[in-house]
């Protein structure tokens, strides 16, 4: 029996008028486990600024209670299959639903095989944010072999047993990888349930002058012999309305929407998915404007491709303010270097930025820091300066290294007559002992000593939201004090408003609590995107599982975070000959399953606080870490071998054809190398200074970067594996646009490629969109060599 349930909803609506009873945002779909309860707030689901007048209806699959006192939502999934559904509620007036995934958890059991008398035997992973307390592992039978078992949904983690005080892989697990501390993590891979393909594919739309059809493919897991579909279950959503089933049809395995014109004036989102027989497709999203799918002509964050600039060390445009901190044992690389607003605002009047093909800055804090040098609490208790701008000393000011505030507002001024955006680095975790609030506010902060006598110093995840990252850097305790949150959010709206910057990186997410940014974003939309009719875009920096850090991500707090687990998986990937792309796309498969394919987080290749990428590929630094901050100050990385930057020019490919925002550090376009910080913040170079082969590099990148600038599939289509090997990675991003076909060879040697492509799309042409090369499939099938170290991004029609 078929089984239809069509519900529709709405994304943000900037050309209609907002009023503070409807919801104008998309709500995220919520991701439940079978039999467990799970609690939201409701203001993380959407934004209003009356009370949240909300009632649910009931509904045979959902355990649902909501407190409206506190806005507290409790959800229990009783599915007794795993697969998509939608709980529709009332807010005023006005009828919506949330769209939720069910997944089943298996028990995975984990074994510790002890060789000589062991007092203690914990496991921890990436699957409970690395605490190496929650989860003791017991020997039952006194046999030596200590267990536990933990339910784990389908996905790729990392794990290690903590024996006795050391960290241990498993020796009983071959399958490691290192984890850029100096050692390795053991991999286990959980499977889903139900194996066979379930995959919704986009085909075609038709826009009409009365609607618009939207037509898509269902790749059955199973299907009888006349090729009909049993129990399947669509669902679809658009706009925040239930409209009427006969605007669904299905034959055979094509399922069409025709959606009235009516329905689809302005910006909306309409979001289709695949229920049957326990397995479920991927999720289909299609971003519209006036019924038809975004293009190169549309603008959104989509569309952003972010550089990261640490001021200091970008480009000196004033000498004027290039003073040097004197301090007899501060060495030259802890000091500032002198880069400064002016000098940004020159290479945007330069054009450097449009020739790169890049749309967003994220600048390094510009607040002003202290002028002093102050020593490091670990050894080797080095000296540093402000220069990278986390030790605020002022609330307003700018650092006067850089300029003022005048000459700010100036600097983004001119990215935006560029089209350019800018988002600024805010630091909400602590100030520096210098700062005002510091001296007249001691009650906004938390203490250092802690009651057993230790001090509360970088203790990241034991005191997470107490722990001081330095003795000179007072910590806000906002769980104590209201006043810190009302100023700190305060300043942080002031900073966009006094600027007209277009939205934040955040500092040490995890380590503030989560009602600050509830309400630092609650503010921003009822102080500025709504009287405005502006999105501002904010993203954070979080080290941790997967559960802890997508806990920030939603409509209440911020809209992504920095995908740093892909990025582990990533660089050995992209490094290490021995290690195989099919770890990558499991992990790519996971954050699919807790982002969405089409999502905001940040994918980087490298940071300030990161190994630069050609510090591994030219072997400078060891993936296993080894002391890679000792490394650039004692025997600081060149790039000797030219072919380590076809590695660098691989990752970009990779990291611009993926879903996600792409994030390139300052210098990663010409293949600057650096290992620990602060090697890894060089100065940048320009110009004559730039050595041919890195010229190359440039070149090359900008071709890179054009490609996705210019295919709207790889910022908004789908995401399909075809292909996935030890050195071979294929893929392909569809939106109703255009198909892109991406392959990825990280070998050395030439390799073959023979991959098939779905028949419905049909398709008899690929053509490179780097080089120009044609290319012809023959019954759905292409087959091409590709270069060592090299990728290809086809068109294919």
């Known amino acids: 029996m078929k089984k239809f349930i069509l519900a529709f909803l709405a994304i943000l609506n900037l050309s209609s008028n907002s009023l503070c009873q409807e919801i104008n945002e998309i709500i995220r779909p919520i991701n439940l486990t079978a039999g467990e309860k799970k609690t939201f707030l409701i203001s993380d689901l959407f934004y209003s600024d009356k009370e949240y007048r909300v009632t649910f209806d009931p509904d045979n699959s959902l355990k649902v209670f909501f407190e409206s006192e506190n806005g507290q939502l409790d959800l229990t999934s009783l599915k007794d299959s795993e697969g998509y559904g939608v709980l529709p509620f009332y807010f005023y007036d006005e009828t919506y639903h949330i769209l939720y995934k069910t997944e089943f958890r298996q028990t995975i059991l984990f074994s510790f095989k002890a060789w000589k008398p062991v007092k203690r035997v914990n496991l921890f992973g990436s699957f409970n944010g690395w605490n190496r307390e929650n989860l003791p592992m017991t020997d039952e039978n006194s046999d030596g072999i200590y267990l536990v078992g933990i339910p784990l949904e389908p996905g790729r983690y990392e794990y290690k047993f903590f024996v006795d005080g050391d960290e241990v892989i498993d020796s009983l697990n071959s399958e490691i990888i290192p984890n850029g501390l100096g050692g390795w993590n053991s991999v286990v891979v959980v499977e889903p349930m139900h194996s066979g393909k379930a995959y919704l594919h986009l085909l075609n739309y038709s826009h009409k002058e009365t609607s618009t059809l939207f037509s898509f493919f269902y790749e059955l897991a199973s299907q009888n012999e006349s090729g009909t579909t049993n129990n399947i279950e669509v669902i679809a959503l658009l706009d925040n309305e239930l409209i009427p089933e006969n605007v669904i049809s299905i034959n055979k395995r094509k399922i069409f929407i025709d959606i009235p014109s009516e329905k689809l004036i302005g910006n909306k989102t309409l979001r289709v998915a695949v229920n049957e027989n326990g397995r479920t497709s991927n999720l289909q999203t299609i971003i519209l404007k006036d019924g038809k799918p975004l293009s190169n002509e549309d603008s959104s964050w989509y569309n952003a491709i972010i550089y990261s600039i640490m001021v200091d060390r970008f480009s000196d445009g004033d000498s004027s303010n290039s003073i040097l901190v004197e301090h007899p044992e501060l060495l030259k690389q802890a000091n500032y270097y002198g880069g400064d607003l002016q000098g940004i605002i020159d290479k945007l009047e330069e054009g450097y930025f449009n020739s790169l ?17 102050y020593q490091e609490y670990p050894e080797p208790h080095r000296y540093y300066t402000g220069y990278h701008g986390y030790w605020p000393v002022h609330p307003t000011r700018v650092e006067e290294h850089f300029g003022d505030i005048d000459l700010l507002k100036k600097m983004i001024d001119i990215s935006h007559s560029k089209g350019i955006k800018v988002l600024l680095d805010y630091v909400a975790n602590h100030i520096h002992i210098e700062h005002p609030f510091w001296k007249e506010h001691r009650d906004w902060f938390g203490n250092l000593e802690l009651p057993d006598g230790r001090k509360n110093l970088r203790l990241w995840d034991e ?13 806000f305790d906002y769980e104590v004090s209201n006043e810190a949150l009302e100023v700190m959010t305060d300043n942080a709206v002031w900073w966009l408003k006094e600027t007209g910057a277009d939205g934040f990186r955040h500092d040490a997410v995890k380590h503030v609590p989560y009602k600050f940014w509830r309400m630092l974003t609650k503010k921003i939309k009822k102080e500025l995107e709504i009287p405005q009719r502006k999105i501002y875009y904010q993203i954070g920096e979080t080290f941790g599982s997967y559960e802890l850090v997508s806990s920030y991500v939603n409509n209440g707090q911020l809209n992504a975070q920095f995908n740093f687990i892909l990025y582990d998986t990533a660089i050995p990937t992209f490094i290490d000959e021995n290690t195989s792309f099919t770890a990558l796309d499991q992990q790519m498969q996971k954050t699919f399953d807790v982002y969405g394919v089409n999502n905001f987080m940040g994918n980087v290749i490298d940071s300030h606080d990161k190994v630069r990428f050609m510090a591994y590929a030219d072997g400078d630094v060891s993936l296993s870490g080894g002391n890679a901050i000792e490394i650039g100050w004692n025997n600081p990385p060149e790039v000797d071998d030219p072919k380590s930057y076809d590695k660098l020019k691989l990752y970009l490919a990779y990291m611009m054809t993926i879903p996600g925002l792409p994030v390139i550090y300052y210098g990663d376009e010409i293949g600057m190398t650096g290992a620990g910080d602060p090697d890894n913040r060089r100065m940048m170079r320009f110009g004559n200074s730039v050595t041919d082969e890195e010229k190359k590099v440039l070149d090359d990148v900008k071709k890179i970067i054009s490609t996705r600038n210019f295919h709207p ?12 090997t030890k050195d071979c990675y294929a893929y392909l991003r569809s939106d109703l646009n255009e198909r892109i076909l991406v392959i990825l060879n990280k070998s050395k040697e030439e390799n073959k490629i023979d991959i098939f492509l779905p028949e419905i799309y049909n398709l008899k042409k690929a053509k490179d969109l780097i080089s120009g090369k044609e290319f012809d499939f023959k019954d759905n099938r292409l087959q091409l060599d590709i270069n060592g170290a090299d990728y290809l991004i086809l068109t294919v029609k």
Do not use: H
């Open 463 to 475: 005191y997470r939201l107490t722990t001081w990252f330095e003795p000179f850097m007072p910590k």
């Open 713 to 724: 599939a790889l910022r908004y289509g789908d995401y399909q594996t075809l292909f996935v």
């Open 357 to 373: 093909g890049i749309n967003t800055l994220w600048l390094s804090p510009v607040i002003d820091n202290t002028p002093n040098a």
